[in-house]
């Protein structure tokens, strides 16, 4: 019902810059919130930033001042992104819908997962 396509993963130097996008397809009436998480190996899956349709946003500890979510609510797309990268942002980063879909008989509510994307930061 819900599908999510992620994209800007890749390998980068310390330092530098990433862009992830995610963006959401299908039958959608409306999304409320959207989410980057990150999970490194070995390690549990983390939030890393969650942005409210308002736009509101918060972000994890570990990221602040260096991460910046977005969305584009017209195209049902959120981005993260990722400045002044460090090899601990090492991870498979997934992102999170959270949608009103339409069944085709009545609305409901669901959180979807993206496929991830592998983000690796070389020191």
């Known amino acids: 019902q819900v599908q999510l396509v992620e994209s800007g993963g890749g390998l980068v130097q310390a330092g530098g810059s990433l862009r992830l996008s995610c963006a959401a397809s299908g039958r959608i009436s409306s999304i409320n919130a959207m989410a980057w998480y990150r999970q490194a190996p070995g390690k549990e899956r983390e939030l890393v930033a969650h942005i409210k349709h308002g736009g509101s946003t918060n972000y994890a500890d570990s990221v602040k001042g260096r991460f910046s979510i977005s969305r584009d609510n017209a195209k049902n797309t959120v981005y993260l992104q990722m400045n002044s990268l460090k090899p601990e942002d090492t991870a498979l980063y997934y992102c999170?819908?959270?949608?009103?879909?339409?069944?085709?008989?009545?609305?409901?509510?669901?959180?979807?997962w993206g496929q991830g994307t592998q983000v690796t930061v070389s020191s």
């Open positions: 999170n819908v959270d949608a009103n879909v339409w069944s085709g008989i009545y609305y409901f509510s669901n959180a979807y």
